[in-house]
């Protein structure tokens, strides 16, 4: 099994290597795949009317609580013509749903819920810049319920259904669109999940060809400013100075990374990093492959994890010896290889791959490459069970080309 996943990291890498490199700076202008995509963010009211019916029999329940405040987030979508387009979105409420003494044992139970959604979306022109627009397709319901006494009360539960939307957009200008929107998802008797019903404000940023100009001015024969084209790294993690960090940013003030039930000692690993697109001076965006092997804390357990991903770098000083930066990977789709990590259900084998780091290029051509890290992969919800892993403070060398 190994040798195959490590087959497959070296087709992974292989097929982004072989493209050809152009002596002509092309990364200044966005790649196909990403002109007229978007994402977006939307906040507002979900009402899900939980209760006495997700309840198995012989249960009962004395209070509910259901907070209303939820987000939905347009992962990524893309415009097809000035008013079709498709999109994958994900939908949660801020805080969990709480069932409040079962059977009378004075406890609170908590229920977990989201929507992913996978739809296409037409919208039809009114006046100006306001235009009202139908969506639909599918939404995948994942719901993670609770036991008493190792006995289910509120099952987990995973299916996929319709997901239906409407609303009106007001296009301020080619990049933002104001949206005022509904989205339903209906109940399901089977998995005895009630109706799902979110109203929302929020936005989309569009992504534009950028003009020949832009291009130019952004271009690093014009800026003198390195954006490697490929980059090789070799790390090794280990938790000799504790986690210290990954608790930092995941339970700190403002959290901006995951944590981890189940936690990795130690590991090893290779990552392959292309760049497909660089703005004048800071921003990059690279897409990579990774093959990490990993010791788990409590049981020694060993296990590997094959990812492909997206990674945004911003580079925040550039000095004549060195460039530094910091990096930002979420949701690379991976393979893990154990789904029972350290006692943890962590889901099923497919899961996403996250990481941030700092670093730096240097020397001349900064060729040479340096950077600490930690990182996590956890299914998102995806699947009922999701315990998440954390991996400690991880450190790389590199060589960019």
């Known amino acids: 099994m190994m040798k195959r996943f490590l087959i497959i990291f070296t087709l992974l890498t292989g097929m982004m290597f072989s493209g050809k490199i152009q002596a002509q700076d092309t990364r200044a ?73 079962i059977n009378g044992d004075h406890r609170s139970h908590s229920v977990w819920m989201n929507v992913g959604g996978l739809t296409v979306r037409q919208r039809i022109h009114l006046s100006g810049k306001l235009y009202t627009y139908a969506e639909a397709g599918l939404g995948v319901v994942t719901r993670s319920g609770f036991k008493v006494n190792n006995v289910p009360v509120v099952k987990d539960a995973s299916y996929a259904s319709i997901l239906l939307g409407t609303g009106l957009q007001y296009q301020v200008n080619q990049k933002w669109g104001l949206l005022l929107s509904g989205t339903w998802s209906p109940k399901t008797d089977k998995a005895k999940q009630p ?6 404000a929020g936005f989309n940023y569009y992504l534009r060809p950028l003009s020949a100009e832009r291009v130019k001015r952004n271009s690093s024969e014009t800026t003198g400013n390195h954006f490697p084209h490929q980059l090789i790294q070799a790390g090794y993690s280990t938790n000799a100075f ?11 003030a403002i959290p901006i990374f995951w944590g981890g039930d189940a936690v990795v000692k130690s590991g090893i690993h290779l990552n392959y990093q292309r760049n497909v697109y660089h703005s004048r001076r800071v921003f990059a965006l690279d897409w990579g492959t990774s093959l990490g092997i990993w010791t788990s804390r409590r049981d020694g357990q060993h296990f590997f994890a094959v990812s492909v991903y997206p990674l945004m770098r911003f580079t925040f000083l550039r000095s ?32 996403f791959q ?38 400690p403070l991880t450190f790389n060398l590199g060589y960019a080309f």
């Open 242 to 252: 504790g986690y210290g960090i990954n608790h930092f940013v995941s339970e700190g």
């Open 29 to 101: 202008q966005y790649p196909k795949f990403m002109s007229n995509s978007y994402f977006g963010v939307n906040i507002g009211y979900i009402d899900y009317p939980f209760g006495s019916y997700s309840l198995e029999p012989g249960y009962t329940v004395e209070t509910v609580q259901v907070p209303h405040v939820a987000v939905r987030l347009m992962l990524i979508g893309h415009q097809f013509n000035k008013n079709l387009s498709a999109q994958v979105s994900y939908m949660r409420p801020v805080n969990w749903v709480q069932y409040k003494s």
């Open 320 to 351: 004549k010896t060195a460039d530094f930066f910091f990096n930002y990977s979420v949701a690379g789709p991976s393979y893990i290889s154990k789904v029972i990590i350290d006692g943890a259900e962590t889901g099923k084998h497919f899961t």
């Open 195 to 200: 109706r799902t019903l979110f109203l929302s």
């Open 354 to 391: 996250d990481f941030m780091g700092a670093g730096m290029f240097a020397g001349k051509d900064r060729k040479f490459n340096a950077e600490l890290r930690i990182g996590h992969y956890s299914n998102g919800n995806v699947f009922s069970q999701n315990a998440g892993v954390k991996v």
